[in-house]
């Protein structure tokens, strides 16, 4: 965290006193500098940093340079604008291929309209 909230990182160590919180200088945008946090798990001896996150968090981990292999899943459903995944549709996976460097795949819809 960029966090100096003592208070809130007293709070933190109550609630969970096996999690350690380190807090670290911001970047130059003051948010999270994530090569050096990168650079303290390493230093930690985290060789491997599997990262779950939003648009915006996966984006900037791009643009810093820190991310080397992707792991893709993707589930044969349609989200697009959607409020909630109850609205989304369900399709089946029918083929997967290569094509190059792309992957083809042809999807059916799972249920009728």
């Known amino acids: 965290t960029t966090s100096t909230d003592t208070a809130r990182m007293a709070q933190i160590h109550h609630q969970r006193p096996h999690v350690e919180v380190v ?11 994530l090569a050096a946090i990168v650079q303290d798990l390493a230093l930690r001896g985290v060789n491997e940093l599997h990262v779950e996150a939003g648009e ?3 984006a900037s981990f791009m643009r ?3 991310v080397d292999e992707l792991l893709l899943y993707m589930a044969p459903r349609l989200l697009g604008s959607l409020n909630n995944l109850q609205q989304s549709i ?3 996976i029918h083929d997967l291929a290569r094509v190059g460097s ?3 795949l ?6 009728a309209f």
């Open 64 to 66: 810093a340079g820190l």
């Open 106 to 111: 042809l999807l059916r819809r799972a249920r």
């Open 23 to 33: 807090t670290m200088p911001p970047d130059a945008g003051g948010k999270n500098n």
């Open 56 to 58: 915006k968090l996966n």
């Open 102 to 104: 792309d992957l083809r």
């Open 90 to 92: 369900d399709f089946q």
